[in-house]
């Protein structure tokens, strides 16, 4: 047997379970929006260890769950829509559907829920590089610089990237957002083709552009948890 739950057990108020595994090489701690705190221990580590674990990470696990609270709440107050640049689209779902698509303010999905999260997101990647396309060329031009491809993607922790070589690269689900925090993004990123690092002549650059960015940036950094399906 690889892995047993043993207990369920609270530290200083903050309830979690623990996982005994005889993969786990040291102590791992999970937080799940809907399964909550797990601690995932090696087969002979004492129980003690858990507790230890929880209340090092008590911060971080407590900014984890934080999160999932937002996210939860985000989800129930769209009821039957999505957000898509700051319009609400409502969701249609219709029998024998496969794709997904859009009419006017509507999006028709397939009737089942799981063949209705797949589609959507294959319409939001679809969407995605029809919004960062034109936005990346505009921003490119007014910089003067160039770059040598777009791929849309589903990164966990990053919105948007930039290599040495001119890839650009950016998330989907910044069309979950308003339009301004994507406008931020594709410029924070077009201005990596001409300064490479984080230092002040590149946020210079970025604010000349985006004077806001400071303000889309503390956006994600509070919310973006919440730009899910």
């Known amino acids: 047997m690889l892995a047993t739950p043993v ?3 609270t530290t200083s108020d903050l309830p979690y379970r623990v996982r005994r595994s005889d993969r786990a090489r040291r102590v791992r701690v999970s937080v799940d929006a809907q399964l909550g705190v797990e601690v995932v221990l090696p087969r002979r580590s004492p129980e003690s260890a858990a507790a230890a674990a929880v209340v090092e990470l008590r911060p971080w696990i ?5 999160e999932g609270r937002q996210v ?5 107050a769209r009821g039957a829509t999505v957000p898509y640049l700051g319009t609400a689209l409502a969701l249609r779902p219709e029998p024998g559907r496969k794709r997904a698509h859009r009419r006017d303010d509507v999006l028709l999905v397939p009737a089942g829920e799981d063949d209705a999260r797949s589609a959507l997101e294959r319409w ?5 590089r029809a919004e960062i396309t034109p936005r990346l060329d505009a921003a490119a031009a007014a910089l ?16 948007g990237s930039c290599s040495a070589a001119g890839a650009m690269s950016f998330n989907w689900r910044l069309l979950l957002a308003q339009a301004p925090v994507l406008d931020y993004v594709v410029w924070h990123e077009a201005c990596h083709l001409r300064v490479m690092d984080h230092s002040p002549s590149f946020w210079s650059l970025v604010r ?15 919310l973006g948890s919440t730009l899910v399906l």
């Not at 407590?62 to 934080?66: N, Q």
């Open 144 to 159: 003067g610089v160039g770059y040598s491809s777009l791929t849309i993607r589903n990164q966990r922790t990053r919105w």
């Open 7 to 9: 207990s369920s057990l």
């Open 72 to 76: 939860r709440a985000a989800l129930a």
């Open 124 to 128: 939001y990647r679809r969407a995605a």
């Open 62 to 66: 407590e900014r984890r769950l934080a």
């Open 208 to 222: 000349e552009h985006c004077p806001d960015c400071d303000d889309h940036r503390r956006w994600l950094r509070s």
